[in-house]
């Protein structure tokens, strides 16, 4: 199985205004549509997308999946809000039984611990529009996964 983690863009901080309500830079889709030939040059094929259903998250996963050429929309789930942790995901995953690659739009540091718990990684820096890929010999459990490449956001021209 395949997991991804990819961290939402980066988001405005508009004094007064409700962190669910934040939404992408302009500098911040610009980055994620920069990155969408490397996602396609590596393959990046989820047969789910499952979003945190704050709005930089969904606008993350709705750029995502038009940069991949999909034709499937994103999946909001409550379980991948700010504050999840690997329980919540799995809970959300679970819900897709048949799927071997799953991408997760979320929120830090919620996916870095997630990537850091399944993979016993000390440590995982996840910037801004980051995307981890996770591989599992089989269902993922903690400890078990291996860090196959992880993408920083410089990578990406814009």
Known sequence: MI???LRHGRAEHTPGREDAARRLTDEGEAQLRAAAPLWRQLKVRPQ???TSPLV???QTAELLCEGLGSKKRPVEDDRVR???GWDDLARALADHPSAQRVLFVGHQPDLG???ELLT???AIRLRPGSLACVE???APEPGRGEIAWLLDPDLYAT
């Open 82 to 84: 700010p504050g999840a």
């Open 48 to 50: 789910v997308v499952l």
């Open 120 to 122: 016993g990684a000390d």
């Open 3 to 5: 997991l991804y983690f």
């Open 113 to 115: 611990s997630a990537v």
């Open 136 to 138: 599992f010999p089989g």
């Open 56 to 58: 930089r998250a969904v």
